[in-house]
């Protein structure tokens, strides 16, 4: 079970500590800190995803409080690292199975040569601030999440671009600036995402673009959640989350949705009380996405889950958070080998949105 540091107070007699995180900064060197950095976390018994780009880090991480203070330390000492910060929360037992530090062309993919969050950005506007700027007639309020994650609840007010990947919000947003000049419109541009990464890109692009007037949720929707009374909030639903608590509602409480272990898409009761809905290998948003072979293998896959249970494999036991990382990570093995470049880019460009 994962729970807020708001929530539960991190202390050093719990069990896991998880920490997302991102930074910004130029980093030249990332190439030659990946081994290092891998070798100072794994000894430290760390577990989680960390990306390494020359734009910077991004992550989330979990291991005793212990581990986690020596790979927040050992990430701020990279050169230019300094200011990184973490978001913490809590589990009963470490949700993921391995330790992965990755190289990659951006720590957010969006495929845009030259976009650079370290020299252009918008203008950070906090929780307290925010509704005001959303409310103002003359600000056009932008999603930049995904259409599954817009689904499920957003901002009142908000555009949804419609997009599947962060790839497609450039694309989107060129074709709404046109109409926005056809109507001879100059806007205030303001955008939110989840946890805040998303936009630290989305923002740069938009201002590249030649739009002066950018403005981005400093924290994210999480941190709106956390921080504004429900009675004062503009936000309309649930916020979809990218681990097994699938969705979060204000003060970060747990949601009312499930997960599609074979999609990762949110489903609601009623969607799994329709034939579409197999536990593991559809749902009504998936199933006519997904070929006979694989169902084939998510069948398989989702029987060898239940066998494990009956004999009660500790891997998957109880601990939901165990259970749900292994079922992540065995989709995403499957679906590249199958060569789902999209699906893959769209699960990896906002696996550590949370941050």
């Given amino acids: 079970m994962f729970k807020s540091a708001a929530q539960s107070g991190i202390s050093a007699a719990m069990t896991t500590r998880i920490a997302a995180f991102y930074l910004f900064f130029p980093f030249p060197a990332f190439e030659a800190s990946r081994e290092p950095l891998r070798a100072t976390l794994e000894a430290a018994g760390v577990k989680g995803t960390v990306l390494l780009a020359a734009e910077g880090v ?190 979060v509602k204000h003060d970060l409480t747990p949601g009312d949705y499930d997960m599609c272990h074979a999609c990762k898409r949110p489903i609601t009761e009623d969607d799994k009380m329709g034939n579409a809905y197999v536990p593991g290998v559809s749902c009504p948003h998936c199933i006519d996405e997904m070929t006979p072979d694989q169902k084939r293998r998510f069948a398989e896959r989702q029987k060898q889950i239940n066998l494990a249970r009956k004999r009660g494999e500790a891997h998957m036991g109880p601990d939901a958070a165990a259970v749900a990382a292994r079922r992540r990570e065995e989709a995403l093995e499957a679906k590249a080998r199958e060569g789902q470049e999209a699906t893959e880019a769209a699960k990896e460009d906002a696996g550590t949105e949370d941050a």
């Avoid at 020596?70 to 913490?88: D, H, Q, S």
């Avoid at 929360?89 to 845009?112: C, H």
């Avoid at 307290?128 to 056009?140: F, G, K, M, Q, R």
């Fill in 58 to 247: 991004n992550g989330t991480i979990a291991a005793s409080p212990e581990g986690i203070d020596t790979a927040l330390a050992a990430l701020r000492a990279l050169p230019g690292a300094e200011a990184l910060e973490a978001k913490f929360s809590e589990a009963d037992e470490n949700p993921f199975l391995r330790l992965k530090v990755r190289l990659k062309q951006e720590i957010v993919t969006m495929g845009v040569p030259g976009t650079d969050p370290n020299s252009l950005v918008g203008t950070y506007v906090t929780p307290e601030e925010w509704n005001a700027l959303i409310s103002d007639p003359d600000t056009v309020l932008i999603d930049t999440r995904n259409d599954y994650e817009y689904a499920i609840g957003t901002f009142e007010g908000a555009i949804d671009p419609e997009t599947k990947t962060f790839r497609e919000f450039p694309e989107w947003f060129r074709a709404f600036r046109e109409k926005l000049e056809a109507e001879g419109r100059k806007p205030k541009i303001a955008m939110f995402c989840t946890g805040g990464i998303r936009c630290e890109k989305a923002t740069s692009f938009v201002k590249a673009e030649g739009i002066e007037d950018v403005f981005h949720l400093k924290g994210g929707i999480l941190k709106y959640l956390e921080d504004v009374p429900e009675e004062q909030s503009l936000w309309r639903g649930e916020c979809f989350v990218f681990d097994e608590r699938v969705s």
